[in-house]
């Protein structure tokens, strides 16, 4: 994975995507059902109508370390969203993600997860980044099973990777 920086929101590239912040226009672009050319033909999906209805009631999503647009880097289109469900609360923060249909099967996202899960435990006090996952959702159990986790409840909350807060990012298995 690599970043740069953009406007001083830092995107995140990895192999075959790039995740980076959504603006304001893109948000107001969805709510209000204007098509993008630069947009796969499914995208968005519902998850990423709800996210982009909360960026006014949470602004700090729209932050370095909130929501991001993952775009293949191939066909440059926008194929899903991920986000921090910012700010942490006592060290640990939420993500969530979400790729169009169309794009299922690829292993898109545990590419994009392990990438910003890598990215938010370098922000300062954050030493647990978790998933929530639903059994009854195979798609998402299988996710965090490719990076190196197991569901073991009904509704799974699962640590994605720990570090010291002096210390550097290290995964922790499950």
């Known amino acids: 994975m690599t970043s740069s920086t953009s406007s001083a929101h830092i995107q995140l590239t990895t192999d075959r995507l790039v995740l980076r912040p959504w603006t304001m226009a893109e948000?107001?672009?969805?709510?209000?059902?204007?098509?993008?050319?630069?947009?796969?033909?499914?995208?968005?999906?519902?998850?990423?109508?709800?996210?982009?209805?909360?960026?006014?009631?949470?602004?700090?999503?729209?932050?370095?370390?909130?929501?991001?647009?993952?775009?293949?880097?191939?066909?440059?289109?926008?194929?899903?969203?991920?986000?921090?469900?910012?700010?942490?609360?006592?060290?640990?923060?939420?993500?969530?993600?979400?790729?169009?249909?169309?794009r299922r099967g690829r292993g898109y996202p545990p590419e994009a997860t392990g990438a910003l899960a890598e990215f938010s435990l370098t922000a300062p006090g954050v030493h647990t980044v978790f998933a929530k996952v639903e059994l009854s959702n195979p798609a998402s159990v299988r996710v965090l099973e490719k990076r190196d986790h197991e569901a073991g409840s009904p509704r799974a909350m699962i640590p994605w990777g720990q570090r010291d807060i002096a210390g550097p990012a290290s995964p922790q298995r499950k």
């Open 27 to 102: 948000a107001t672009a969805v709510l209000d059902e204007t098509r993008s050319a630069h947009w796969a033909d499914d995208f968005p999906a519902e998850g990423d109508r709800v996210i982009a209805g909360l960026f006014g009631q949470f602004p700090d999503w729209l932050g370095e370390y909130g929501h991001r647009l993952v775009i293949e880097r191939d066909s440059r289109l926008v194929v899903g969203s991920i986000g921090l469900f910012w700010p942490p609360s006592e060290g640990t923060l939420e993500i969530g993600y979400g790729i169009v249909a169309s």
